[in-house]
Nanobody
């Protein structure tokens, strides 16, 4: 089993920044690849960012240039640095890892962008 715990969410004004963290534990020896998703109220969960290796990342179009995904394999941590936040970024953010065909999700962390 793999356990994922997100943290770092909160309330921030438009234009502000937050850094989300995802701590992995359990039967996981390599944090790569790993993804971030988000789910806004009344909407489907959507892909945000993916890291295959430190120099191989992908982002959904709406966050390109504003969000950065990174990881620390020694600490079993993945991060999502979010800059220039917009109200439409408001959502619960989840990290996800897939191992041996099974998806593991964290409990999520709330990000609210509002003035």
């Amino acid at each position: 089993q793999v356990q994922l715990v997100e943290s770092g969410g909160g309330l921030v004004q438009p234009g502000g920044s937050l850094r989300l963290s995802c701590a992995a534990s359990g039967f996981i020896f390599n944090i790569y690849p790993m993804s971030w998703y988000r789910q806004a109220p009344g909407k489907e969960r959507e892909f945000v960012a993916f890291i295959l290796s430190p120099d191989n990342t992908r982002y959904t179009e709406s966050v390109k240039g504003r969000f950065t995904i990174s990881g620390d394999n020694a600490k079993k941590m993945v991060y999502l640095q979010m800059n220039s936040l917009k109200p439409e970024d408001t959502a619960v953010y989840y990290c996800k890892v897939t191992r041996r065909g099974t998806d593991f999700w964290g409990q999520g962390t709330q990000v609210t962008v509002s003035s």
